[in-house]
Structures are given as C-alpha cells and as structure tokens.
C-alpha cells in the first residue's frame, strides 16, 4: 500500500514537473508572454503604450484643458469639436454612450486603439476627450495618459462622467 502511494507521489511530480515545462515554454513562445507577477492597472496600459508605440514620443502642446467641465463637454458634443472616448467597458458602451463618442475602454486598449488608429493618426494635435463612469473612476485618465505617451498632444478627461451626462438629462446613443 506505502509502495503504491510512493508511485503514485511520484507519477504525480512527475506530470506536475511536465505541465509546468509545458506552460512556460508556451508563454515564452507567445509574442506577449504573461507576466510571472501581478501587474496593476496603470502598469498593464503602459506595456499596451510601449507595444503600440515602440518607444517613447514627445508629448504635443494642446489647447483642450486636462480637466473638461461639464458646460464645456456638452459644447464639445454639440458641436462635434472633438474626438470623444468613452472609457467604460466595451459592454456598457454598448447599452448607452455620449452621442459621437467611440468605444476606447482601459482593458482593451490596445485592440480598440489600432481599431481607431487611422482616424486618430490624421492629426495628432486634434482635440480628444476622454470620459469614463463618474468622478471616481480612474479609467478615463489611464487613457488619457496613454494617448498623451503616444503622442496625442490635446487629450482632456471629462471628469464627471457618463454619470454627470445622464444625470443632467442628456441624450444617450446606444451601440448596434
């Protein structure tokens, strides 16, 4: 019996030993390897930054204030003066968003930033918004931050949110 528990001990070690060469040659044979330790949300959308951008680009002087309020958001919508991000998650774009405003969410970023890349790359020094769920979300900034390392000189964050634009009666689009 202590000589079957021996074997199977062993058998077990063994095929641990296996599945865990197996999964680090798999990662390191990934062109983006997972990371072997915790990353938190602002280290995750810098790797996203130096993946798009190769390396670092200069930040562009800009005319659209860091910090949007909201008489100037609805200004900027009215009137279609900026390129509008919504931060959220893509699900909660999709049941309702800022009218114009396309889908830039912090966890997909760098898929849905090369989905936007070519209207973004006419010029780099177009105003850009950014908004997320409300005040507190620290979403929008993350992306705003990214936009800005990657060269786009005129981003602001509408810290208010799609909480802010709801609140004060304002029209919602919602995703197809």
């Known amino acids: 019996m202590i000589k079957r528990l021996c074997i199977d001990l062993r058998v077990l070690v ?16 990934l062109g983006r390897p997972m990371s072997f330790t915790y990353r938190n949300r602002a280290e995750r959308m810098q790797d996203s ?3 798009i951008a190769g ?3 200069a930040n562009l002087p800009g ?6 309020s909201f008489a100037e958001f609805v200004e900027y919508v009215e009137n279609r003066k900026c390129v509008i991000f919504d931060a959220r998650p893509e699900i909660f774009f999709r049941l309702g968003h800022v009218p114009g405003a396309l889908s830039l969410p912090r966890e997909d970023f760098e898929l849905q930033y090369q989905v936007h890349r070519e209207k973004l790359e006419i ?27 990657l060269g786009y000189g005129n981003v602001g964050v509408f810290e208010g ?3 802010a634009w ?4 304002r ?5 197809e």
């Open 123 to 149: 010029d780099r020094t177009q105003p850009i918004v950014v908004y997320c769920s409300s005040e507190t979300c620290e979403d929008a900034g993350l992306v705003e931050k990214a936009l800005s390392s």
């Open 55 to 57: 390396e670092e680009t």
């Open 161 to 163: 949110g799609w909480n």
């Open 171 to 175: 029209m919602a689009e919602k995703a």
């Open 166 to 169: 709801k609140q004060n009666g």
């Open 49 to 51: 930054i130096q993946r």
């Open 14 to 29: 063994v095929v641990f030993c296996c599945a865990c060469v197996v999964g680090l040659l798999t990662n390191i044979s």
């Open 63 to 68: 005319s659209i204030p860091k910090k949007v």
